[in-house]
C-alpha cells in the first residue's frame, strides 16, 4: 500500500463476509478480562459473556530508546494505519532520502518496492547492526549476492553500522548519526528492528507468561484452560531446538487460529511449533528461508554440514531460465536436515523451501534426501539429474568422512 501498489479495503477482510458467516463483529477495544466471571468490558461500555476466549492481540514495533525518535518523519510499519499515515506524510511532504533502519525483510521490500516503482523520486538507504542484509534469514554466503543484487538496482546498504541518534531541524528529522562518525541525510526514518508482543490484557489477567509473551500448551490453551491464544502476542517453541522463541510471522499465526477452533470443535491436534519459515520479493529477486541458519546452529551449539547447489528454473536448453541458489544445513550428528534457504531470480523454485520445511518437519536426514525425486518438467524445472536438494544432500553425503 506504501507504494501504490494495493488498496487498503484489499488488505483487510470486510466485515459483511465475516458477518455473511454467522460472526457478530464488534468494532471496539477491550478493556478488562474478568476471567472469574467470565466477561469482558469494551471501552464503549459494553459487557459480554464468553464461555471460552481467544487473545490475537499481536504486536507493537518496538522503537529503540535513541534521540530524535520523537521527530516527525521517524516510522514504523506494522498494520493498516500506519501504511495510510506513511502513505499521506509521503504525499504532503519533501521527501527525498529515505533511511531504514534494520535490513529484515519488512525493511528490505519495503525498500526496493518504493525503488521499484518511485525510484527516481527517493535516494533509498538501508543501515544494518550486523554484517548482511536479511541477517535472521540468510547466512553470508547467501546474503553476499543479495546486496551485490540490491546495491547495483540503486540502494545503498550499510550493514556493521550502529544507529547512534537522529538528528532534526525544528521537529522534523533531517539525518541520522552512526556511531562510525557518518552521517546520512534523511526526511524520512523506518524503523524496523523488531516488535514486541501485546500482553497488557493478559498480563492483567494474570496469565503466566513466558520469555516472547503468553504462554501457551501445544492446543494453544494459557494457564486459564478457559482462555486461548495464537500470533504474535504469544511464545512459540522452536520445533528444532525446543527453546521459546518469538516466532512472529503470519503463518503460525493463522494456523494457530485454526488450531485453537478445532480444539474448541473437540479435535486435540497438537501445534507442532514453528521452523520461522518466510520469504520475501525484491524487484524479480525472490528469497526464501527456513529453520536454522549455520550462524544460529553454531550458536546453539549444533555442528553442521552445510551444502550449496546454483541450480535453475528450467531445463538449460529451454529460453526463459532464470538461475537461483539453494543452501541446506544438516546437523551434523544427527544428520537431520535443519534449514534451508533459497535466493531465486524467478517466484517458483523459490517455493520449494516448502519441501525443506517439510523434510524438517519429518525429520528427514542426508540420506533420506539423496533418494528424493522431483516432478520434473523441462518448462518448469532443471532436470531430473540436477534436482538441487539431491543435489545437497549427495554433497552433504560426502563430507560427513571428512
Known amino acids: 500500500m506504501v507504494a501504490g501498489l494495493a488498496a487498503s479495503e484489499s488488505i483487510v477482510m470486510p466485515d459483511k463476509m465475516l458477518e455473511n458467516a454467522g460472526i457478530n463483529v464488534i468494532r471496539d477495544e477491550v478493556t478488562k478480562v474478568d476471567a472469574k466471571g467470565k466477561s469482558i468490558l469494551t471501552a464503549g461500555g459494553e459487557v459480554l459473556t464468553y464461555d471460552k476466549l481467544y487473545l490475537a492481540m499481536g504486536a507493537s514495533p518496538f522503537i529503540p530508546p535513541i534521540e530524535g525518535r520523537d521527530l516527525d518523519g521517524v516510522v514504523a ?7 495510510e ?3 499521506s506524510y509521503i504525499a504532503q511532504k519533501t521527501v527525498k532520502n529515505i533511511v531504514f533502519m ?21 535516494c533509498i538507504t538501508v543501515v544494518e547492526l550486523m554484517d548482511r542484509p536479511l541477517p535472521l534469514m ?22 556493521s553500522e550502529k544507529v547512534q541518534r537522529l538528528t532534526g531541524a525544528g521537529n522534523q528529522v533531517t539525518g541520522v548519526a552512526l556511531a562510525s562518525g557518518k552521517t546520512l541525510d534523511a526526511d524520512m526514518v523506518f524503523m524496523s ?21 503468553i504462554k501457551v500448551n501445544k492446543f494453544q490453551e494459557t494457564s486459564d484452560p478457559d482462555i486461548l491464544a495464537g500470533g504474535d502476542c504469544v511464545e512459540k517453541i522452536n520445533f528444532i531446538t525446543q527453546k521459546p522463541t518469538p516466532g512472529q510471522l503470519r503463518g503460525p499465526a493463522v494456523i494457530q487460529g485454526r488450531l485453537a477452533a478445532k480444539r474448541l470443535a473437540g479435535f486435540n491436534i ?28 553454531a550458536r546453539e551449539g549444533i555442528e553442521t554440514i552445510c ?12 529460453p526463459g531460465m532464470k538461475p537461483w541458489k539453494l543452501k541446506l544445513v544438516f546437523d551434523r550428528a544427527s544428520q537431520k536436515l535443519i534449514g534451508g534457504q533459497i535466493v531465486s531470480h524467478a517466484v517458483a523454485p523459490a517455493r ?9 518437519l519429518g525429520e528427514k536426514t542426508i540420506s533420506d534426501l539423496t533418494v528424493f525425486t522431483s516432478a520434473c518438467n523441462p518448462d518448469i524445472s532443471s532436470e531430473p539429474s540436477a534436482e538441487p536438494i539431491t543435489i545437497a544432500a549427495e554433497q552433504a553425503l560426502g563430507k560427513l568422512k571428512q
Open 193 to 213: 528492528v523488531g516488535a514486541r508482543p501485546n500482553t497488557r490484557l493478559a498480563e492483567d489477567i494474570g496469565l503466566e507468561m513466558g520469555q516472547f509473551g
Open 270 to 297: 497438537e501445534f507442532p511449533g514453528v521452523v520461522d519459515a518466510g520469504g520475501c520479493k525484491m524487484f524479480d529477486l525472490t528469497i526464501t528461508a527456513t529453520g536454522l541458519t549455520e550462524e544460529t546452529a
Open 102 to 122: 534494520g535490513a529484515g525483510f519488512i525493511s528490505m521490500e519495503l525498500a526496493s518496492l518504493l525503488a521499484e516503482t518511485m525510484g527516481e523520486a527517493f
Open 77 to 83: 510499519l506494522r498494520g493498516l494505519l500506519d501504511a
Open 352 to 360: 520449494e523451501i516448502d519441501a525443506v520445511t517439510a523434510f524438517i
Open 138 to 159: 540468510l547466512d553470508q554466503d547467501m546474503a553476499d549476492p543479495v546486496r551485490q543484487y540490491l546495491e547495483e538496482k540503486g540502494i545503498s546498504i550499510f550493514t
Open 85 to 87: 499515515k506513511i502513505q
Open 307 to 318: 551444502a550449496v547447489v546454483d541450480s535453475r528454473s528450467k531445463h538449460g536448453m529451454i
